[in-house]
């Protein structure tokens, strides 16, 4: 199955979940930036967590699928449409062949998550098919989408997506280009996506060796995303957070949502694409359950900082994925009903 891109939109890669154990190689993790959209975008369409899919960014491409699909999108709403009728997110939708997915203007949010039933076919590279785009490898030739590209699917599917094409064959009319199932997400697991600030931090190694006042506002007022803001950083102005006094740090590890501050007092969030070791100091780490709702933050708009323990962190975390868990329980569920309804 192949798919046409007819415009390739502001910034679109193909990503999964991560390039992982290279780092002491100097090797990036990359990956999706919104983490949970992307998952429950594959569990929709039956792939693994892992499966490739496309990260769509703020301008949407122009996609013609030769064959037909299912697909679903789930995070942001970038005003997606197929042959000019609006779809929804959340949910799979099969899609006929010669059919055009566009995407228009951004309603909420940054970021979208187009999985296709079975996955893309990409090279594996260091056990992940992330792009990486300025190291030129992984996703589709190292690089975001252009012009004339022609994406390829994997030809074999799941057992859960055979029954999904089953179902929707069995209920689309002639005069459709696309159907979509009756059910959707539950609120339970989106409705986070409502919720852009405060983000929640852990305190850093080095949060005591900023001064009580810098302190102080960092809880208390907002910074500006800056339009220079990307993939691999979140770029933050505001007031300048100052150190009590001159300190050296050797570069260690960093990791997803690390909020380092170099000598501006202008701090700065590691994202996705983050660079293998840093050496600014570290004021604190935004916590794992609050990375997607900060993924989904445009460049140029607010956010706001909130402290939040390790414990409760990861409490939090613990009770999302298995939320996340439950939903992958029920699609197994509503499939079934869909196989016997059919039968």
């Known amino acids: ?38 998952i429950i975008a594959n569990a929709l369409v039956g792939n693994n967590d892992h499966e490739p899919l496309l990260e769509v960014t703020l301008i949407g491409p122009t996609l013609t699928f030769r064959n037909e699909a299912i697909i679903s999108l789930c995070g942001a709403d970038l005003s997606a449409k197929i042959n000019g009728l609006t779809i929804p997110l959340w949910k799979p939708i099969y899609i006929k062949e010669g059919s055009t997915l566009t995407f228009g203007r951004p309603i909420k949010g940054c ?32 690089r975001l989408l252009r012009k004339d590209d022609v994406l390829h699917k994997k030809e074999a599917i799941s057992e859960f997506t055979q029954i999904l094409y089953n179902y929707f064959k ?18 339970s697991l989106i409705e986070m996506y409502s919720k852009k600030s405060p983000i929640r931090f852990i305190k850093g190694p080095q ?8 302190l102080e506002r960092f809880r208390k007022e907002s910074f500006q995303v800056l339009t220079n803001s990307d993939r691999m950083g979140y770029r933050l102005e505001s007031f300048k957070l100052e150190l009590k006094q001159n300190i050296d ?19 700065i969030i590691l ?9 600014y100091p570290k004021i604190g780490y935004v916590a794992s359950i609050d990375l997607p709702i900060l993924s989904q933050v445009i460049p140029g708009e607010k956010l706001s900082f909130e402290e939040i323990s390790l414990e409760k962190a990861q409490k939090l975390l613990i009770d999302r994925e298995d939320l996340v868990k439950e939903l992958k329980i029920g699609l197994l569920l509503a499939i079934r009903r869909m196989e016997h309804d059919a039968g």
């Open 1 to 38: 199955m192949t798919i046409d891109v007819i415009e390739p939109g502001l910034s679109t890669t193909v990503q999964d979940t991560g390039r992982y154990g290279f780092q002491e190689y100097g090797v990036v993790v990359s990956g999706v930036m919104d983490e949970h959209a992307a």
């Open 249 to 267: 740090l050797l570069s260690e590890a960093v990791t997803m949502g690390t909020i380092q501050v170099p000598p501006d007092g202008q701090p």
């Open 170 to 187: 069995s209920h689309i009319t002639t005069a459709e280009a696309f159907r979509y199932v009756p059910w959707t997400v539950s609120t």
């Open 111 to 142: 970021r979208s998550y187009l999985a296709i039933a079975g996955g893309l076919d990409v090279p594996v590279v260091m056990n992940s098919s992330s792009t990486y785009s300025r190291g030129k490898i992984g996703g589709y030739n190292g």
């Open 207 to 214: 949060f005591f060796d900023f001064t009580k006042e810098s």
């Open 271 to 279: 994202m996705a694409d983050r660079q293998t070791v840093g050496g």
